[in-house]
């Protein structure tokens, strides 16, 4: 069983639907969690970051953690064509020499 | 002006044969990483250096030999290649080795393993 599991969907969604992207932890020491976005042929991007349980906004995207449930997600909001990529979770923990270990990825399409 | 570069983009080769895979980044970062992301899309990190160290050595068959002449240029060589190879890997580097710095990733090596 893989430390961080994500649903690989594909995910469809009509443009300007709100999109949640979901992945869940095993392990506690995970303190750090970010989202990357990976076009198809590109390398991947941080797209949020945060480190603490709640939310964090940034434009159409919000990054939400629960650390008591091991949960995290990923909402756009008035999704558009341009956000159809794969999402990928990834967590660090501390001290652990920054090894990102990423959820398996979502890969999400957005259709006018 | 790009970030972090791999060459070559694509790589295609023979099941046997050695191949390197170069990465360079002009950020000025201490720290760069080495990826590997099979054909389900999951990204797994291979290796780590910081400052020409290496500092994450994960489960990888010792065919493959990371080697970090500085601190811009980290280069993976491969040994023996073999079928289970074939995957897009991933050059990676952060300003510094703790778990709160963004890693920028460069834009892959497609290597195919026949």
């Known amino acids: 069983q893989k430390e961080v599991e994500q649903d690989p969907g594909p995910l469809s969604v009509p443009e300007g639907a709100i999109v949640s992207l979901n992945c869940t932890y095993s392990n506690s020491a995970f303190q750090y969690f970010m989202w990357y976005r990976q076009y198809s042929r590109k390398g991947p991007e941080l797209l949020m970051y945060?480190?603490?349980?709640g939310n964090k906004e940034d434009g159409r995207f919000t990054a939400q953690v629960d650390k008591s449930s091991k949960y995290i997600s990923l909402f756009i909001r008035d999704s558009q064509p341009s956000d159809s990529a794969t999402y990928l979770c990834?967590?660090?923990?501390?001290?652990?020499?920054?090894?990102?270990?990423f959820g398996t990825g979502t890969q999400l399409k957005v259709e006018l | 002006d790009t970030a972090v570069s791999q060459t070559p983009k694509y790589l295609v080769t023979q099941m046997g044969n050695d191949k390197s895979i170069k990465c360079e980044q002009n950020l000025g970062h201490d720290t760069m990483y080495w990826y590997k992301q099979d054909s389900k899309k999951f990204l797994k990190i291979m290796f780590s250096?910081?400052?020409?160290?290496?500092?994450i050595n994960e489960t990888v068959p010792n065919r493959f030999s990371p080697k970090s002449p500085d601190k811009a240029h980290l280069n993976l060589h491969i040994n023996s290649l073999e079928l289970g190879d074939s995957a897009v890997y991933f050059c990676?580097?952060?300003?510094?080795?703790?778990?709160?710095?963004?890693?920028?990733f460069g834009p892959g090596t497609r290597l195919t393993v026949l």
């Open positions: 990676a580097s952060s300003p510094l080795a703790t778990s709160t710095d963004t890693q920028y």
């Open positions: 250096y910081n400052n020409k160290e290496l500092i």
């Open positions: 945060t480190y603490s349980s």
């Open positions: 990834a967590m660090t923990k501390t001290g652990g020499g920054n090894k990102l270990t």
